[in-house]
């Protein structure tokens, strides 16, 4: 096991005059097999099928950046920004770039569904392509093919590509910069070098400073495999992170050469600042737990089992013993290659993607969503198929015969173990995939003696049982309305969780991965003040209504949730909204989201997302009151007012109580009306 895979060169292309670009289209180069073209084409209509399929009944998915989508497709100002509301109060307590294609699609087809979630799903279409050349680099198409795949039925995948969080394209971006760095380290190429490190900094415009993990491994693997003397690869990084910082820090100086006066408040920093987001909350608080306004410290199950957890195990983890088996015996398999050895340098990177990724992820104290995972997807899948592809050259080996027999065997039966964490969801499916995963490894032990029909249905047998279980999880996914700020893939486990689908009926909560206090079941405390009401003073309820949450009469949402109010409320906000620059003002983003959401008017969201940030202060408030220029403040939906209790969450982690001064000046000021069921405040002058 000591030579390399014959290396798969970069196929010359069709010659143009034989059949033109549709054929070059269809068939592909003339060094591919004839299969190879049809049949990743047929992969990426079917990967789309997955993510587009049912889109619809997810409604505004996550509400909060919904309402952000809504509002840049309304203001200019607002998409540059990143704004909640096209009035620019406050951003969303992320960099932008993720909500631009959403916002660019709402203002093309309207503000729907269908144009908030398609641009994800495409994107996900994307990198399943993108990751699919980087591997037909230098390894065969089947190998290729069988890591899309992999990618493609990831249950956190699936998830997060028919999903508006930012995850989508991040990892796309990502992506695209792995491959990037792999064509610059075929030849030393200092434009692919620029490129990747151009792809990796944008990527910190969709979700900061996790972009960035990245890239001590994407620096490594160049310096180390580079074909060029030394100082070249040094000075080549060095531009390379040049370009990193440019293509991450132009938004950021764009926003600091704009005066706080002109723009809208940086939601997640306490001191209006896009670095201290990026540093603190956004940085540094999510591994320590110590982020100023953010969630404490939730490090209750930190370890290097979080990875294989009863929740995050069947997000991620169902091909991952695999990748990291085959990671291993890649590795040695190539130990004696030059230096410079393309196959080598690919399961480095991808092997260092995924290790440095999911020791952060496993170790993190502050805030960590099972979702986050989904970064580590085209690692796991690149390596699966890479690796797949290093043993199945040597199979005529012992030692590469026990590898893969090994680990489809592993493979088979962990998917076992996930499967059994659902225990009435499909009950025959765990010991159909463990018999034919066992009987696969058998065939596979004794791959030496196989050969024609027989070797061939022995690896499909194995291909079938490795991948069964996730691609269960995601036909599952797909087929399930998700909705909320937090939501999982696949069918509720015995952990006790459902699928972050949100809205009424949801499964009652309990603590989960990181410490989370989940919802007892009812809805979270409302209105002003709610942030410093929720249990324990952590947060937060799973999933949360969405378009079809609530009813007539429904309630606001919650912390992390934004439910739909009813139509008098609705209408209430739009009677005479052109007269005011917000219809309304609520505590917290996605109470906001949801009003804002359904009245179509900007609606301020007080104190940001958490209800920690000090925007805007009470003397602010009470300055645009003054001027007429808020029309309500919305209460609770439970008639108590906008009363905060005190000494509750934003004490506990540091952040502003300035949402709190606000409710209780607009208590003492001003006289509740119930609409709908929910408390509004008239603040228009001489109303108090």
Request: proline share 8%; hydrophobic share 50%.
């Amino acid at each position: 096991m000591t030579s390399t895979i014959p290396a798969a060169p970069p196929a010359p292309r069709t010659p143009r005059g034989r059949g033109g670009l549709p054929r070059r289209l269809l068939r592909g180069p003339d060094a591919d097999p004839a299969w190879a073209r049809p049949a990743l084409l047929a992969l990426l209509a079917a990967t789309g099928v997955l993510y587009v399929w049912g889109l619809g009944a997810s409604g505004w998915a996550n509400a909060y950046y919904s309402a952000a989508v809504q509002a840049g497709a309304a203001s200019w100002k607002a998409f540059f920004f990143g704004s909640s509301d096209a009035a620019n109060a406050i951003t969303v307590d992320k960099p932008p770039a993720a909500l631009w294609p959403m916002a660019l699609a709402a203002r093309a087809f309207g503000v729907n569904t269908w144009s908030i979630l398609v641009p994800q799903a495409l994107m996900g279409v994307a990198t399943v392509a993108t990751l699919h050349a980087a591997v037909r680099r230098r390894f065969p198409a089947w190998a290729a093919l069988l890591s899309g795949a992999a990618l493609a039925l990831t249950p956190v995948a699936a998830l997060l590509f028919r999903f508006n969080n930012p995850d989508a394209l991040l990892v796309l971006l990502l992506t695209l910069g792995a491959y990037a760095l792999l064509r610059a380290q075929e030849t030393a190429s200092t434009r692919w070098l620029l490129l990747a490190a151009a792809f990796t900094g944008t990527g910190f415009l969709a979700k900061m400073l996790q972009a960035f993990l990245v890239v001590p491994v994407f620096a490594l693997v160049y310096l180390a495999a580079a074909p060029a003397p030394l100082r070249r690869r040094l000075w080549q990084l060095a531009a390379a992170g040049g370009a990193l910082l440019a293509s991450a820090g132009w938004w950021v100086a764009a926003v600091a050469l704009v005066p706080a006066s002109a723009r809208p408040y940086i939601g997640g920093s306490q001191h209006d600042s896009v670095l201290e987001l990026a540093l603190g909350y956004n940085g540094l608080g999510r591994l320590n737990g110590e982020e100023t306004g953010g969630l404490g410290n939730l490090d209750q199950d930190a370890g290097w089992g979080r990875m294989f957890g009863p929740v995050v195990g069947g997000q991620i983890s169902w091909l991952l013993p695999a990748a990291l088996a085959l990671l291993a015996a890649g590795l040695w398999a190539t130990r004696r290659a030059p230096r410079t050895d393309p196959a080598r340098a690919a399961l480095a990177l991808w092997g260092g993607w995924l290790l440095l990724t999911a020791a952060v992820f496993s170790w993190m104290q502050g805030i960590f969503h099972e979702y986050y995972t989904v970064a580590l997807a085209p690692a796991i899948a690149a390596l699966t198929g890479m690796g797949a592809a290093l043993m199945w050259e040597r199979r005529r080996t012992p030692e590469a015969a026990a590898v893969l027999s090994a680990t489809v065997a592993a493979t088979a039966m962990w998917a076992y173990v996930l499967l059994g964490r659902s225990p009435d969801w499909h009950p025959w499916l765990a010991p159909a995939v463990a018999a034919g995963g066992l009987l696969a490894a058998a065939a596979l032990a004794a791959v030496r003696l196989l050969r024609g029909p027989v070797l061939a249905g022995a690896a499909a047998l194995a291909v079938l049982a490795c991948l069964a279980g996730p691609a269960a999880y995601a036909a599952e996914t797909a087929r399930t309305p998700h909705t909320g700020a937090i939501v999982t893939a696949g069918p509720a486990t015995s952990a006790g969780f459902g699928p972050g689908r949100g809205g009424p009926g949801g499964r009652p909560g309990r603590s989960g991965p990181g410490g989370r206090i989940r919802g007892p079941g009812g809805p979270p405390p409302q209105g002003p003040g709610a942030a410093a009401r929720m249990p324990g003073g952590r947060a937060g309820l799973r999933g949360g209504g969405g378009p079809q949450a609530g009813g007539p009469g429904g309630g606001p949402g919650g912390l992390l949730n934004a439910g739909t109010p009813g139509a008098a409320v609705t209408a209430a906000l739009r009677a005479g909204a052109a007269s005011y620059t917000w219809a309304a003002a609520a505590v917290g983003s996605n109470t906001a989201a949801g009003y804002q959401l359904a009245a179509g008017r900007p609606v301020m969201a007080v104190g940001g997302f958490n209800g920690t940030d000090p925007a805007p202060t009470l003397a602010e408030f009470q300055r645009l009151a003054g001027q007429g220029r808020i029309h309500y403040f919305i209460g609770g939906d439970d008639g108590r007012g906008v009363q905060g209790r005190g000494g509750g969450r934003a004490a506990s982690t540091g952040g502003s109580d300035a949402a709190q001064r606000i409710s209780a000046w607009v208590a003492a000021h001003y006289t509740p009306a119930t609409v709908g069921g929910t408390v509004l405040y008239d603040l228009t002058p001489g109303a108090g």
